[in-house]
T-cell receptor, first 113, second 116 residues
Framework: GDSVTQMEGPVTLSEEAFLTINCTYTATGYPSLFWYVQYPGEGLQLLLKATKADDKGSNKGFEATYRKETTSFHLEKGSVQVSDSAVYFCALSAQTGANNLFFGTGTRLTVIP | NAGVTQTPKFQVLKTGQSMTLQCAQDMNHEYMSWYRQDPGMGLRLIHYSVGAGITDQGEVPNGYNVSRSTTEDFPLRLLSAAPSQTSVYFC???????????????FGNGTRLTVT
């Protein structure tokens, strides 16, 4: 079945460091891929998305490229800020059917000044 | 604009008790769903609905019931709570059920449930 494997955390970085959070997926067909972010005490918010191979999703300085050949969708940011501290979830939506997202386990990022 | 509203924020139940987690959205969204979030397991889909009067099971439906009598509301019922249902529950909705890529999920702020 469809699934997402996400880099385990937690991740602790200094401010302005480079961030990579790995995500790989298993799915039939051509799923859509997402990164969601969860700030403390809140629900999840969509960070970025990509709907087909080689698409690059970007938002707030974060980027992820849909790589079908490696079934990956790694999240990157060139210079993290303290305000980026949150839990990040990789997710996929199957090509057909209802809007059911399959989530990874989440990666907690802490950025220290 | 309220978005997706979940109540209560916190709840403690004893084993065997029943309760209903409320979820309401004011965006006229077709699709609504319930997830549970557990440490090390991410979010798992419990039940979902693609419109009023239509519901279906997700990945972990056992022990939970849902109904969708209106577009706005999608309550989740625990008929006989068990400690294994201790979790954080999230309700989410989207405008279109068939094209999530163009209609992302909007999440509520969650309900933290503890069953003793």
């Amino acid at each position: 079945g469809d699934s997402v494997t996400q880099m385990e955390g937690p991740v602790t970085l200094s401010e302005e460091a480079f961030l990579t959070i790995n995500c790989t997926y298993t799915a039939t067909g051509y799923p859509s891929l997402f990164w969601y972010v969860q700030y403390p005490g809140e629900g999840l918010q969509l960070l970025l998305k990509a709907t087909k191979a080689d698409d690059k999703g970007s938002n707030k300085g974060f980027e992820a490229t849909y790589r079908k050949e490696t079934t990956s969708f790694h999240l990157e940011k060139g210079s993290v800020q303290v305000s980026d501290s949150a839990v990040y979830f990789c997710a996929l939506s199957a090509q057909t059917g209802a809007n059911n997202l399959f989530f990874g386990t989440g990666t907690r990022l802490t950025v220290i000044p | 604009n309220a978005g997706v509203t979940q109540t209560p924020k916190f709840q403690v139940l004893k084993t065997g008790q029943s309760m209903t987690l409320q979820c309401a959205q004011d965006m006229n969204h077709e699709y609504m769903s319930w997830y549970r979030q557990d440490p090390g397991m991410g979010l798992r889909l419990i039940h979902y609905s693609v419109g009023a009067g239509i519901t279906d099971q997700g990945e972990v439906p056992n022990g939970y019931n849902v109904s969708r009598s209106t577009t706005e509301d999608f309550p989740l019922r625990l008929l006989s709570a068990a400690p294994s249902q201790t979790s954080v529950y999230f309700c989410a909705s989207s405008y279109s059920w068939g094209q999530l890529a163009n209609s992302p999920l909007h999440f509520g702020n969650g309900t933290r449930l503890t069953v003793t």
